[in-house]
T-cell receptor, first 113, second 110 residues
Framework: DTGVSQDPRHKITKRGQNVTFRCDPISEHNRLYWYRQTLGQGPEFLTYFQNEAQLEKSRLLSDRFSAERPKGSFSTLEIQRTEQGDSAMYLC???????????FGSGTQLSVL | DAKTTQPNSMESNEEEPVHLPCNHSTISGTDYIHWYRQLPSQGPEYVIHGLTSNVNNRMASLAIAEDRKSSTLILHRATLRDAAVYYC???????????FGQGTILTVHP
């Protein structure tokens, strides 16, 4: 169990640029989640995949956000035309079965200047 | 999901027990109660979860009120490494979507 891996750990970008984050879940986990966390707040759910199917998207996920999990393994989260309000920690988590605990990665800290 | 209410912060001394409360008065009968904790610059870490009965694991104990409207996370002997933000969540979907509140910042004094 190597844990959930996220890359990069930190990303600084200018407003209007596109950014992409990657998440590698624990290998046998078929469920993958993206959360966003701003300073002083708890994580907020963004989206959920079961295998390669994206089964739920939060209203927080505007049209500028897109997430994929093409082969049911790793996932990417892309933000187009970044805004300063997108600055946050983006967390990925995975789980194996229904109702099981989530394993979180260390997150990608995005700063939009 | 049920709304959860936790104290903003709590303090403890090392080696002493810590009781972290959580209110979830709107919890439904099938909602699980989950606790996670988060250290600085890390993602949340699972601590414990339960439905109706009290639960124990190597990290902590979870005491759930009989009416399930509140629960208490118990750290039996706090260590400096237990200093973290502790989140209580109640509800979530069958596939693991969780709603986190602001959590309780636990400070442990040596």
């Amino acid at each position: 169990d190597t844990g959930v891996s996220q890359d990069p750990r930190h990303k600084i970008t200018k407003r209007g640029q596109n950014v992409t984050f990657r998440c590698d879940p624990i290998s046998e986990h078929n469920r993958l989640y993206w959360y966003r966390q701003t300073l002083g707040q708890g994580p907020e759910f963004l989206t959920y995949f079961q295998n390669e199917a994206q089964l739920e998207k939060s209203r927080l996920l505007s049209d500028r956000f897109s997430a994929e999990r093409p082969k049911g393994s790793f996932s990417t989260l892309e933000i187009q035309r970044t805004e300063q309000g997108d600055s946050a920690m983006y967390l990925c988590a995975s789980s194996h079965r229904q109702g099981e605990k989530l394993f979180f990665g260390s997150g990608t800290q995005l700063s939009v200047l | 999901d049920a709304k959860t209410t936790q104290p903003n912060s709590m303090e403890s001394n090392e080696e002493e027990p810590v009781h972290l409360p959580c209110n979830h008065s709107t919890i439904s009968g099938t909602d699980y109660i989950h606790w996670y904790r988060q250290l600085p610059s890390q993602g949340p870490e699972y601590v414990i979860h339960g439905l109706t009965s009290n639960v124990n694991n190597r990290m902590a104990s979870l005491a759930i009120a009989e009416d399930r409207k509140s629960s208490t996370l118990i750290l039996h002997r706090a260590t400096l490494r237990d200093a973290a933000v502790y989140y209580c969540t109640a509800g979530g979907t069958s596939y693991g979507k969780l709603t986190f509140g602001q959590g309780t910042i636990l400070t442990v004094h040596p």
